[in-house]
């Protein structure tokens, strides 16, 4: 369902050149849950980010079935991962003017669905999470943990065939990232969606199907884990 | 050293109230270092915000000894933290239009030290967490965990007499956590360094003197390691 070959990513300020991917070869299958681990700065975020078409590779080809997000103009890409896919940021980026539940319910919003139904499904994500009384705080009145569960909760919203997820659990205590991993698991054994996500935590690692672990750029190794 | 009692904090949002401290009792040693646990949402970042004085507890009563910042006015509250106490908080909070190097040498600036040293300063403390190369790199030009170090630096450049440390690893894969977490530990042994911190990572707490645990605004129990 994504495939890469090849690809570079480099960073040039003035006259320094930062290497952060270095030829990356990736291929995720359907209903796949893979984690992505290693050093702090080795390009996991990068790999997410090129992957998913937030950020543009300098090199390489990337491949994900069933798109053309390359043909797409900014409104049609816009629309599209709204649609089609979740992403769960390694610094939240929850819309601080708006409360937890309308960040929640934006994807689906922006994907052309009702209010009403779009209040009840925001509404029943921020259960799952155990956020179903949080919904009228805005960011800045969630703690650290809460934030990064509202921003689970909306990129699951919109039932998305397939979620990237940076560090997902970073902000939580042990009991709350199970819940919050066991969401996903679910999600991705009983409804096929394909996770790719990235985790400093290898217990949280462990869940997946694969581990890529990467260092300085490039894929070091790689687990069978189920 | 910092000792508090019967902290309360209740947040009123038009008729919501949310009651993240509801009556803490805590007491700090010169020279301790105390971690703080607890599920997401249980008030630690509130208590460490009280304490340090960034936040005003609703209830109750805080005393840092040897100092009246309750009759500083604001400019001299900023100059007596820079001079005195390190924060690292949750979300790391490092001004977006400066360079690391600047960012880590702000609060030698700010308690009055040539910039000749304060740029010698920063640079020494951005090596002791693996970053001397990218003290031109903006906070946007980082990664996650490049930037939560960039924190810690900043938090310890001034050679404070107390630091307060909201999850300074929560970005960081284990071998960094480690190298951030020696760092701190020296500092604490060999100066005498106070250090007040908040982490969902039971290995980083086991490094401290003692545990407390925190639950539904309130200390639910404490343990004692070294
Ligand atoms: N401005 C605010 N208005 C209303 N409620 C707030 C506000 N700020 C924080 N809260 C609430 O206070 C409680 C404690 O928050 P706090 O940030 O101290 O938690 P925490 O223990 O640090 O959690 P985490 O581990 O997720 O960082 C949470 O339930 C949070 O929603
Ligand atoms: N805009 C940029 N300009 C220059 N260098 C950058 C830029 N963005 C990222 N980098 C560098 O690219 C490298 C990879 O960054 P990336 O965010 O992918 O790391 P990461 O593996 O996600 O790290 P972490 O675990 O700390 O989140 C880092 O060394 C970082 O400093
Ligand atoms: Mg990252
Ligand atoms: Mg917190």
Redesign the pocket.
Known sequence: IVQARNLEMTYRNGDVETYALRGVDIEIQKGEMVAVMGPSGCGKTTLLNCLSGIDQATGGEINIEGTNLVDMNDNQKTKYRAENMGFIFQTFNLLPVLTSIENVELPLLVSGTDTKTARNKAQAALEAVGLGE?GH?KP???????R?RVTVARSLVNEPYIVWADEPTG???SETANEVMSLMTNLNKNQGLTILLVTHNREVAELSNRIINMKDGVISSEEIIN
């Open positions: 949080y705080h800045a009145q969630l703690s650290g943990g809460q990064q902000a939580l205590d």
